[in-house]
């Protein structure tokens, strides 16, 4: 495919301004008439300023407080002195009712094709979820495919800073909630691109506006796409992140500096304020993560951590002299306690019931040993195999433990307590770390291992074991996990830049999250409410570091 030229801004605009719906002339006024009116009328149509125009993008949000359409093509009457007032409003420009050229010249600047008076009605008309996916039907040819999912990704990225929305990529044939496209000319939607310059893409609202193409954001592929800084073309990233905005249901702003602004002026990659108020009036704002705490120790292990009540955490580590060593938080940290044993493995620990701590940890002869604490502690008791791993504990009932280790073949396998040990019972898999549980309610297990390929793994129990199902990711340890309620998981790991990343699910998995940090251990994590996350780390200093959500 031949290389479209690449064009200057002021190329851009001059491109702009031949545009047959763009008045090449200003100082027209009530009584004018000709083909410059007829432009004018047709500018003011194509971004909504006339009653009953066909709105595909907004459906039943349209405002009703608009001026018919012209009685007569190319003749300026009073409804077109109206509509011409309303756009002026709209764009802080002095409302005239007359096109002056400064009026003119903001028409012949490249824009978004959504309309301006496109209303949107919260209420029905924001997405269900906040686990949104999106996915690619075709690229832009001014760019690799790798710089336009980096351009996108940096786009939905400014939204699920400030709201609880997560974005993940799947592929178009599975349906995406975001569907993109880079097209020209008529492309099916009912409202066709116009070639360089001009309108530049366009978005729907999310369902159920827009029926089949809610959601769904169209690029104009006659523009020169950039993802460079300065920008050489149109900046992907700007133009995006603005679109992405419709899809989430907001409409243009009035504030000529903000991001969702109709018109576009160069790279903006940052919300306003009148932006992030904005989406979060319709989805609410994103809680913080904490920083990081160091709590001291010098630690040979990553850390296992429990809970069993509101603001209790119980923590566990090997030291230097490879014994169990604990620390716990009730409404302010105690010092390390010795617990005693020989570890050749990272400690966990699970509780099933208020005051009860059950901690498991292999042995110098790699079999499993456990300890106990019911009003003091137990001393260690021997639970056999042979283990080539820590392990993972989780518990779903008082009394009910299930714990998990990876065997000399490198599977995964189980063994359960209820009311007695069971023997070891073979789950398959080919695991390169300690395996993780969880359990967010009554005979529900959720494992987290690392595979072959360092991806996430998961498979999970409720009445059967499932098959494994691959997470993604590139892990550089095993994962840690939490639940705080029933059908909601995060999942901690270090990533190959030694940070600490997350991944949850909620009615769906979200994409990865950096929390940053730097990590010389697998993480662990616990909830003690409803919200509700700490997770533990070693850290550089060998210490113990700790982080939480939410802030407060």
């Excluded at 269900?128 to 980096?150: I, K, P």
């Excluded at 990865?512 to 997770?535: C, H, K, M, Q, Y």
Aim: overall charge negative.
């Amino acid at each position: 495919m031949k290389k479209k030229k690449t064009m200057t801004i002021q190329e851009v605009e001059n491109e702009t301004a031949s545009k047959d719906y763009v008045p090449q002339t200003a100082n027209l006024a009530e009584g004018s008439g000709g083909e410059d009116v007829e432009r004018l009328q047709s500018y003011l149509a194509m971004f909504g300023y006339f009653e009953g125009q066909t709105n595909e993008f907004a459906g039943d949000g349209m405002t009703t407080a608009l001026p018919a359409a012209p009685q007569t093509k190319g003749q300026f009457d009073q409804n077109t002195a109206e509509a011409l007032r309303k756009f002026q409003e709209f764009n802080g420009l002095t409302v005239s009712g007359q096109l002056d050229e400064a009026t003119r010249a903001l028409m012949t600047k490249p824009r978004c094709g959504f309309p301006d008076t496109a209303e949107f009605v919260a209420q029905g008309n924001k997405w269900t979820t906040n686990s949104l996916t999106y996915g690619f039907q075709n690229f832009s040819s001014d760019l690799t495919q790798a710089q336009v999912r980096t351009a996108i990704a940096q786009a939905l990225g400014l939204w699920s800073a400030v709201t609880p929305l997560n974005f993940t990529e799947i592929p178009f044939a599975s349906n995406p909630h975001i569907k993109i496209r880079f097209v020209s000319g008529n492309h099916g939607d009912g409202s066709n691109f116009d070639g360089p310059g001009g309108v530049l893409a366009h978005a729907f609202y999310p369902p159920p506006n827009g029926g089949d193409l809610a959601g769904d954001a169209h690029f104009d592929e006659a523009e020169t796409w950039s993802v460079n800084l300065p920008v050489t073309g149109i900046d992907l990233v700007t133009v995006a992140a603005h679109e992405f905005g419709h899809a989430l249901g907001l409409a243009h702003s009035t504030i000529s500096g903000a991001l969702m602004y109709a018109y576009y002026g160069g790279a903006h990659r940052n919300l306003e304020a009148d932006d992030r108020a904005g989406i979060q009036s319709i989805y609410g704002a994103r809680s913080r993560w904490s920083g990081w705490e160091s709590l001291g120790g010098v630690l040979t292990s990553g850390p296992g951590v429990c809970s069993w009540a509101s603001g209790r955490l119980d923590v566990f580590v090997r030291g230097t002299d490879n014994a169990l060593w604990h620390k716990w938080y009730s409404g302010g940290w105690s010092g390390w306690e010795s617990l005693g044993g020989v570890l050749t493995s990272d400690p966990v620990a699970v509780s099933w019931g208020p005051g009860r701590i059950d901690v498991f940890v292999r042995g110098t002869n790699n079999a499993l040993w456990h300890k106990w604490f019911n009003g003091g502690w137990s001393g260690w008791e021997s639970l056999g195999g042979v283990l080539t791993s820590g392990a993972g504990v989780c518990s779903w009932a008082s009394g009910r433990l299930d714990v998990f280790v990876r065997g000399t073949d490198n599977a995964l396998w189980h063994k359960w307590y209820s009311g007695g040990w069971s023997g070891w019972e073979s789950l398959g898999g080919v695991l390169t770390s300690d395996p993780d549980a969880v359990s967010w309610g009554p005979g529900r297990i959720d494992v987290f291992v690392r595979g072959t390929n360092n991806a996430l793994w998961h498979k999970w129990y409720s009445g059967g074991w499932s098959g494994w199902e691959s997470l993604g990711g590139v892990l550089t340890s095993g994962a840690g996990s939490s639940s705080w309620a029933s059908g909601r998981l995060d999942v901690f790991v270090r990533g190959t830049d030694n940070a600490l990343w997350h991944k949850w699910y909620s009615n769906g998995w979200s994409g990865w999250e950096s929390l940053g940090g730097v990590l010389t251990s697998d993480p662990s994590a616990v909830s003690w409410g409803n919200g509700r996350i700490d997770v533990f780390v070693r850290g550089t200093n060998n210490a113990l570091w700790h982080k939480w959500y939410p802030t407060s």
